[in-house]
């Protein structure tokens, strides 16, 4: 069955602001009377969550690269089947707080296994589903860091902890990506206040899918 819902996911770096963001989206789609699925990875769903746990935990400096890269796929599959795909079937708007792209970034660039690998393995995973539309939180890695920093109401996690070297590398990697699909990737300035930042992804969002 074609899905009738519009699948957009969002991306960038560290303290990039994100998820504030897409929850006030969220709420200004659901007062235009859209069903609208607010989701993130790796998470979203019970298994999804618990998968999280095991990749983020401080405690597990020992991880494996590869290991990691296939326990996010992992994480991105049972969430895509269960929640993602119904919610697009249903005709809802799902958006998503990182996608496929933070894959071929941290794991693919920022670890250094390779983008085409980590794409391979995440379509085993995902198959032929991909966003419609994917924004690209745009801020110096540092800068982010530094926000995250001064946020003490959130957790620093494993990926966190990485050198600001790593991040910057990410960051180089989200270059590539855009620069791989100028078509479905967009940028927004991240460092621009929240109110404007908010209203330049709703704009994003019902100027290219509604
Ligand atoms: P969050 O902090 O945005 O909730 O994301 C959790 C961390 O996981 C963040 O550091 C980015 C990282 N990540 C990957 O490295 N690969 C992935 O595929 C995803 C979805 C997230």
């Keep these: 069955m074609k899905n009738k819902g519009k699948f957009i996911s969002f991306e960038g770096p560290e303290g990039a602001g994100k998820t504030t963001v897409i929850s006030v989206v969220s709420d200004r789609l659901k ?7 607010l989701t993130r990875e790796p998470g979203g769903i019970k298994i999804s969550e618990a998968i999280r746990e095991i990749i ?25 089947v269960e ?7 249903r005709g809802a708007i799902v958006l998503c ?12 660039y920022a670890r250094e296994l390779g983008m085409e690998e980590v794409l391979k ?20 890695p540092a ?21 600001l070297r790593f991040h910057e590398s990410v960051y180089k990697g989200y270059q590539k990506l855009i620069q791989l699909y100028p078509e479905r990737i ?17 704009k994003i969002i019902t100027s290219r899918l509604m």
């Excluded at 983020?56 to 991105?76: G, P, S, V």
């Excluded at 393995?121 to 110096?140: H, R, S, V, Y």
């Excluded at 967009?186 to 709703?202: C, F, G, H, M, P």
């Design 56 to 80: 983020l935990d401080n405690n597990h400096t020992q991880m494996d690269a590869k290991t990691e890269a296939l326990l996010y796929a992992a994480a991105r599959r049972q969430h895509l």
């Design 143 to 163: 800068e982010g860091l530094a926000r995250i920093a001064k946020n003490d109401q959130r957790e620093q996690n494993r990926l966190d902890n990485e050198s």
């Design 186 to 202: 967009i940028e927004v300035d991240a460092r621009l206040s929240k109110t404007t930042v908010i209203e330049n992804v709703y």
């Design 31 to 37: 007062e235009q009377g859209k069903e609208v699925v």
């Design 121 to 140: 393995i995440n379509q085993f995973a995902i198959e032929n589903t991909m966003p419609d539309l994917t924004i690209f939180f745009d801020i110096d």
């Design 97 to 108: 707080d990182r996608f496929i792209d933070s894959s071929l970034a941290y794991q693919g």
């Design 83 to 89: 929640k993602v795909i119904p919610g697009l079937e």
